[in-house]
Structure formats: C-alpha cells, structure tokens
C-alpha cells in the first residue's frame, strides 16, 4: 500500500472541517518531522483549478490539520467543487484517506454534516466526504 495519511476522526464545524489521523507507509530517519514543514494541501478537482496551502501539525506519525470553510467557494466555480486534501512536506504529497479498516463503501455509511455559509440568498453548503477510493474530498454547493 502506497504511503498515506490515514484519517482518524473528521470534525467538521465552527467554520472549518478539522482531521485527525497518522502518517502510514513513511518512514524517515530523524522522523517525518525532518521532511521539513507539513502542510494542508487542497486541490480543486471539480472543474480543475487552484491549489490552497494551510498549515498542518505532524508529531511523531500524528498528524493534524484543519482548514477553513469560506476559502473553499473558488472564483471559477462559486456554484459547485471538490477540493481533493493532501498532506504534503517538500515534494512529498499523501494523499488523506481512511484505508485500514473494515468499513467498504464509506460515501454511503460515514455522511458527515453539511456546514452552512450564507451568500446573497442562499446558502454554500460544504461537506467532507469520503471518496470512492476512500480518500478524503471536501465537496461545496450552492443552494437554499
């Protein structure tokens, strides 16, 4: 299995989906921390487009990262998008997913709330969600 940041616990809510997990597959002599600075990456998927950066705390193989819900709503696509999330430390890339247990087809079983964020009449709602893959998305979209 390729190396991998695997998702502990999700917590989405006051204005930021927050994730939990550890670094998989890795090693590094000195520990991860050598690998220099770890950081949130998401990208956006759906359409294609920017990439947004954010800190990210890894200690030992722990990791944790939290980022805020209002950059998600992208200039080019301010009706719907998927940001796929990564935690990245120099050219290394991994992506953020939940791979080691016994649960299959999480989309339909592991739902976590939507996040409301007003916009003129409406609302963005935007939600973390897991993949067909079981990788971590964050998907937002317009509507009442």
């Excluded at 927050?18 to 998989?24: I, K, P, Q, S, T």
């Excluded at 002599?29 to 359409?47: C, D, F, H, T």
């Excluded at 998008?81 to 997913?97: H, M, Q, S």
């Excluded at 009449?121 to 509507?143: A, K, L, M, Q």
């Amino acid at each position: 299995m390729k190396p991998h940041a695997e998702v502990e616990e999700i917590w989405p809510g006051d204005g930021r989906v927050r994730v939990l997990g550890l670094v998989h597959g890795l090693d590094a002599e000195g520990g991860l921390e050598s690998l220099g600075e770890w950081r949130a990456a998401l990208v956006l998927r759906e359409p294609a487009g920017p990439e947004l950066d954010y800190p990210a705390t890894v200690r030992g193989k722990r990791f944790e990262l939290s980022v805020p819900i209002g950059d998600l709503i992208a200039p080019q696509a301010p009706d719907k998008g998927v940001w796929d999330l990564y935690l990245r430390a120099g050219d290394r890339r991994l992506r953020v997913g939940r791979r080691l247990d016994d649960i299959r087809d999480k989309a339909s079983i592991m739902v976590f709330p939507a996040q409301l964020i007003p916009v003129d009449e409406g609302f963005v709602h935007v939600r973390p969600r897991y993949t067909v893959n079981e990788n971590v998305s964050i998907d937002y979209w317009y509507g009442p």
